[in-house]
């Protein structure tokens, strides 16, 4: 069966009918999640970003999202809002912006150091994110996802305790390196995560040219060689999207199971869906359903051996290792 004819069958089951998926995307500015689409129409988004100046596109898609719920405020913990207000820097690149100031003195040693550059610094209303929640109904969170800029940490640890422990997917991008001061950095996220029922499902390690702006600038002058030039040289480990899954090892019943299943499915993470679903029996007694997702993540997982694209990295690999051998 075709995953969107399951999809049809997960979300008539009561308990999700009545309680459809929240998907809350924190620094919304770049894009919302294009995986999310495929269950949008039947989910509640919700999209915050205090940084108007690209975020226009979301207005556009609002018929593939009717639940859209888009939110320009700032989303803060309460120790960093004063008279419902907080301070906002704006910098040269919208997706750089921050309630946290860029620590210039790091920056310095990187070749977009520029994008961090502060053009204005606004006082705008802000919120914390418990209250804002309220103030929409919402008491559950499914998938979290956050680029806040430096406060990811922060803004998770702000929600109840059952929040927390309730979502199926929480998703972080911190710096590895303090790019702001007083940011919230991975090894701070991972020593969170690290108590609660959640294991990482993701990461993927990006980062900056480590030389100066105004050196590479120099030795790059022209646009084709910058562009080149961003794509060949060695990268310094800066920041990282990491991606938490819930094992759901104190959880029961069938709304966290399907949404979970679901979810890695939609990752295309089909070794964890797999195992979920050999567990079907434990959380739900849809029996007819839960063949069909036991026999889709099968599929799934076999039909990989048959892609062409497979059998070239197979014979890359072998190949590889057959040029290395002794």
């Known amino acids: 069966m075709r995953l969107a004819k399951i999809i049809d069958i997960i979300f008539e089951i009561p308990e999700i009918k009545e309680k459809p998926p929240v998907l ?20 509640i988004i919700v999209a915050l970003d205090a940084d108007k100046r690209d975020i226009e596109y ?28 907080c301070s906002l820097y704006l910098t040269k690149s919208p997706y750089c912006s921050s309630i946290l100031k860029p620590n210039i003195e790091l920056l310095q040693n990187f070749h977009y150091s520029d994008y961090f550059e502060i053009e204005e610094e606004q006082k705008l209303e802000a919120i914390d994110l418990p209250s804002l929640l309220n ?17 990811d940490l922060r803004l998770f640890d702000s929600l109840d ?29 991972m020593n969170y ?27 790059y002058s022209s646009k084709i060689g910058e562009k080149i030039a961003k ?34 499915s939609l990752l295309k993470n089909h070794p964890y869906a797999y195992s979920l679903a050999q567990q079907a029996s434990r959380f739900s007694d849809h029996g ?3 063949r069909y997702i036991l026999n889709y993540s099968k599929s799934q997982l076999t039909g990989l051996l048959f892609k062409k694209d497979t059998y070239l990295s197979a014979l890359a690999v072998l190949v590889d290792k057959l040029l290395h051998k002794n």
């Open 24 to 43: 809350i995307d924190i620094g919304a500015s770049k894009f919302i999640n294009p995986i999310w689409k495929i269950i949008g129409q039947k989910s």
């Open 135 to 151: 103030e929409f109904n919402i008491d559950y969170i499914d998938w979290f996802k956050t680029d806040a800029q430096g406060i």
């Open 193 to 219: 995560m690290s108590k609660l029922d959640f294991h990482i499902g993701d990461i993927d390690v990006k980062g900056p040219i480590r030389i100066n702006k105004n050196d590479y600038n120099s030795l």
């Open 231 to 264: 794509h060949v040289l060695k990268k310094q480990p800066g920041w990282a999207t990491i991606q938490y899954y819930n094992n759901l090892t104190n959880r029961s019943g069938a709304r966290a199971f399907y949404i979970s299943w679901l979810f890695q």
């Open 58 to 85: 979301i207005e556009t898609i609002r018929k593939d999202y009717p639940k859209l719920i888009l939110v320009n405020k700032i989303i803060a913990p309460k120790s960093l809002i004063n008279n419902a207000q």
């Open 288 to 290: 007819e359903l839960n």
């Open 161 to 189: 305790n059952k929040v927390q422990n309730e979502v199926i997917v929480a998703e972080f991008e911190p710096g590895l390196l303090p790019f702001y001061i007083g940011e919230d950095v991975l090894l701070h996220i």
